[in-house]
């Protein structure tokens, strides 16, 4: 699985919303998610991938698609490393 | 007062409350452990204000919601130092909403990190106190007893921490363990401004009959009185810092008649 379906089966899973609504563009609203359901979110993701993701970066995810990058890169740094 | 030696575990200790008396104890010469979970730099930087007091500070990440990493943060306290002399149950979170809005997902988010990781907690610093005795000092607030709109799940999650502390407190005795709570009224933090932004405005603050706010300070005072041998024969209370705000009657604006 790629990250970003990773991403989607976890949004998915919190949100209780079918996974192929969730899209690169969708916002949290579209996708039915509220503050708690971010934030458990990105506890999962970091969990499942090893990372943090500081709250001030989170805050400027405008939708799934910039979570998905962020975690991506945040990823692809610590592969390097 | 001196807390020279001791170890300290402060719960939600990088800022707000939690920071204020992280330092008051480091100042007191407890070595302190802040654990946080979203905010590592403000984690970060209140270790380095404890390590600037000249005693030793750790920091360790656990969402205290999480029971398998309140294990996991007990396992390294136990592992690096072995005991434990103080524990602040402080980390906190909450959802505002009329209690219409409040569903199961809300709930339990909230019971768990303010109630249930309090118990998780002290069961654990118990057993890391065991023939030494222990302090154990919970946060919690006003909202337990005064009603707040959009405050129902945060201040029945703190009632119920307020009765936890009294049973703890009764079964912890036999253990030389003092178990109590500090209850704040409005202190002026960044999780205050986070529900009540855009009214933070002078004239909306809810003064005190003290005359001021209650600060993260005035909390930390009380709390390192309560990690003091001076309040041994305090148990299971919740101590309420609020400048006499819970029990000023708001109909003493009337002018009586002559």
């Known amino acids: ?81 | 007062m001196s807390l020279e030696g001791k170890l300290a575990l402060v719960t939600g200790g990088g800022r707000g409350i939690g920071r204020a008396i992280a330092l008051k104890l480091a100042s007191q010469g407890a070595d302190i452990v802040i654990n946080f979970f979203r905010r590592r730099d403000t984690a970060e930087q209140t270790a380095k204000e404890v390590q600037a007091l000249g005693v030793k500070a750790e920091i360790i990440r656990a969402n205290v919601g999480d029971p398998a990493k309140i294990d996991e943060m007990f396992g390294v306290i136990g592992d690096k130092f072995g005991h434990l002399d103080i524990l602040i149950s402080n980390a906190a979170s909450g959802v505002g909403r009329p209690i219409m809005e409040v569903d199961v997902k809300a709930w339990e988010w909230t019971m768990d990190i303010n109630t249930r990781a309090c118990l998780l907690c002290s069961q654990r610093a118990a057993r890391l106190m065991e023939g030494r005795g222990g302090k154990i000092v919970s946060l919690s607030s006003l909202g337990s007893f005064l009603v707040w709109p959009t405050y129902a799940v945060v201040g029945v999650s703190k009632a119920a921490l307020e009765a936890l502390t009294r049973y703890l407190a009764i079964e912890l005795a036999p253990l030389g363990i003092c178990v109590n709570t500090v209850a704040a009224s409005f202190v002026e933090t960044e999780a205050l401004k986070f529900y009540f932004d855009e009214q933070l405005g002078k004239d909306k603050l809810p003064i005190t009959p003290a005359g001021r706010m209650v600060t993260t300070e005035d909390v930390a005072n009380v709390v390192a009185f309560l990690c003091s041998e001076e309040a041994f024969m305090i148990r299971g209370q919740t101590i309420i810092v609020d400048g006499g705000f819970s029990i000023y009657n708001p109909l003493s604006v009337l002018e009586r008649k002559d």
Do not use: W
């Open chain 1, 1 to 81: 699985m790629t990250i970003e379906e990773q991403i989607r089966e976890i949004m998915a899973r919190i949100t209780h919303v079918d996974g192929s609504i969730i899209r690169r563009e969708s916002t949290f609203k579209d996708i039915k998610a509220d503050s708690l359901d971010v934030v458990q979110a990105l506890v999962a993701v970091e969990e499942t991938f090893g990372i943090e993701i500081p709250d001030e970066e989170a805050q400027k995810f405008q939708n799934f698609g910039d979570f998905v990058s962020y975690v991506e890169n945040q990823v692809a740094q610590k592969e390097k490393v």
